[in-house]
């Protein structure tokens, strides 16, 4: 028999930490390892399978174009492309106009950090403290945890850091020299933590005030995944930029920035030879079309309240949480103590979960998990939490 983890020990560099299963099959919210062991699974590719693996729907679209076309330069029209760029802005916050379409969520940043630079001719941006944005320079110097950092600098300069959700701290910041101000509105990878109203209204009206584009990064909490198309809806909040990647495709490498028309980037300043392929458009617009079709938005949020009532029932007495956070089908269960042994005692027990720092456990589910399968989730986080 292949000993497949062998093979990838050997020819891949050791960067990714990695679990003691090859994956080999996936359907829906679940997955299968290469000894036949089912998973439930609440990673979804990180957050990347919002419509379930393998998804009909999804699937079909992509042999579809497969058998047609994968591959066309930006230097040429396409007729899919064109339809996901109608599609994607149609589901937009309505001041959003405009889009470039990439290949990941690091990128989406990169591209968002240039042209609020080249539009504004400033240089400086403010970020949160605990904010994750991607591995790449740009979306990396953006990024707070000094981990990622370590052994990489010197950075992109220009980049600082203030508390989230302390506007006072952050209008200090702003001055002449800033060029946007780059926010989440779910700390994903910084442990579940939920912008507030009144603060994401404060920096709205500053960045009006003072000429600061305001970015938004959704490559996690977009496509439904809180239970709104996008995050920001929660907060009728128009940004300058909604960066996006992850579900847009359901799993396939894809990005895109959405931008006003505030934002003015000059022909051959940027660009991406993969990015607004055929076969990842034809993808994602079955997948907008599977959101759309099944409200997915509104199911997402009715599961979401499900799932959290009733972690808040099996864990409210676990001596080992301090706290259950999350909008929709995004949640953390931040612990008293390490993380990671209880990640693997979840995963022995069938449950596939995240770290989101070193004390939170995090759940991504896919969207189309079913009641049963969630209440599933919790008996064995129960079983594992509490005892």
Request: hydrophobic share 40%; proline share 3%.
């Amino acid at each position: 028999m292949t000993n497949y983890k062998e093979i990838e020990d050997e020819y891949t560099l050791p960067i990714y930490p990695k679990r003691d299963a090859v994956l080999v099959k996936g359907k829906n919210a679940k997955v299968w390892d290469s000894n036949g062991k089912e998973y439930l699974d609440c990673i979804c590719g990180h957050g990347s399978v919002n419509v379930g693996h393998c998804n009909e729907k999804v699937t079909q679209a992509i042999k579809e174009q497969s058998q047609k076309l994968v591959s066309c330069p930006n230097s040429f029209y396409n007729d899919q492309r064109a339809i996901l760029l109608q599609k994607l802005l149609s589901i937009a916050p309505k001041n959003l106009k405009k889009a470039f379409l990439c290949n990941s969520g690091a990128e989406s940043i990169e591209a968002a950090i240039k042209f609020a630079r080249i539009t504004t001719r400033r240089t400086g941006f403010i970020c949160a403290m605990r904010g994750f944005h991607g591995r790449t320079m740009g979306a990396l110097s953006a990024t707070y945890n000094e981990e990622y950092k370590e052994g990489f600098g010197p950075f992109v300069d220009g980049f600082s850091f203030v508390p989230f959700n302390d506007f006072e701290k952050l209008k200090e910041r702003a001055d002449e020299k800033t060029a946007g101000i780059i926010l989440e509105i779910v700390q994903g990878e910084g442990g579940i933590h939920i912008a507030e109203e009144k603060y994401l209204k404060n920096i709205k009206n500053l960045c009006e005030e003072k000429g600061i584009l305001l970015i938004i990064d959704e490559v996690q909490t977009g496509f439904c995944r809180t239970g709104k198309m996008f995050a920001c809806g929660h907060f009728n909040l128009e940004p300058d930029l909604l960066c996006l990647a992850k579900s847009i495709a359901n799993g396939l490498p894809m990005g895109a920035v959405l931008c006003s028309d505030k934002i003015k980037v000059q022909t051959n300043k940027h660009g991406t030879t993969f990015g607004g392929n055929p076969l990842a458009c034809a993808a994602a617009i079955a997948v907008i079309d599977f959101m759309l079709e099944n409200h997915l938005d509104k199911e997402t949020k009715e599961k979401g309240d499900f799932l959290f009532s009733r972690l808040k029932e099996a864990l409210g007495n676990s001596e080992k949480v301090r706290e259950i956070r999350g909008r929709g089908l995004m949640v953390g269960i931040e612990l008293k103590e390490k993380a990671k042994p209880y990640i693997t005692e979840l995963m022995n027990e069938g449950l596939l979960v995240l770290p989101a720092g070193s004390t939170v456990i995090r759940l991504l589910p896919s969207l189309t998990i079913s009641h049963e399968e969630l209440e599933k989730v919790v008996e064995i986080l129960k079983k594992v939490l509490v005892k």
